[in-house]
């Protein structure tokens, strides 16, 4: 009987970073898709319910908070656990917006590959 595995969204315009993320993901035995803009990476969201969304903040098609907006309006999505990680520096204003959306986790550019792998088996085994 094959392994089930977990699905993560990466939504991530940075194409290169994407695809980099999507291959250490692939490696630990995740199935993982992308998309590279807001409006894909919900549509993806709708389309596919992943267990786990790792969301940019900063990219074309609404950004991040508008993605999660629009996700949080929607039974099917609005309980997938999600992960900011963005090149912006976590101001005061970013922690307030991402717990309005139920964010738990938010991790900064350059990541750690171990801190993302915690955060992400961490919310995905709390579901």
């Not at 999507?22 to 998309?35: K, T």
């Not at 098609?61 to 999505?77: W, Y």
């Not at 997938?80 to 986790?105: E, H, S």
Request: aromatic share 6%; charged share 25%.
């Amino acid at each position: 009987m094959p392994e089930f595995k977990r699905k993560i969204l990466v939504v991530e315009d940075e194409v290169q970073f994407a695809r980099m993320i999507a291959i250490r993901l692939q490696s630990e035995g995740f199935d993982v898709n992308v998309s590279t803009d807001a409006y894909g990476g919900t549509q993806e969201a709708i389309r596919n319910t992943p267990d786990l969304i790792i969301l940019d903040l900063m990219m074309p098609a609404g950004g991040g908070f508008s993605m999660l907006e629009r996700i949080n309006k929607i039974p099917k999505t609005s309980t997938i656990p999600v992960i900011i990680l963005t090149g912006r520096n976590i101001d005061q204003n970013i922690k307030k917006t991402a717990a309005k959306y139920g964010i738990r986790k938010i991790l900064k550019k350059p990541y750690d590959k171990d801190e993302l792998l915690g955060a992400i088996n961490s919310l995905i085994s709390s579901q």
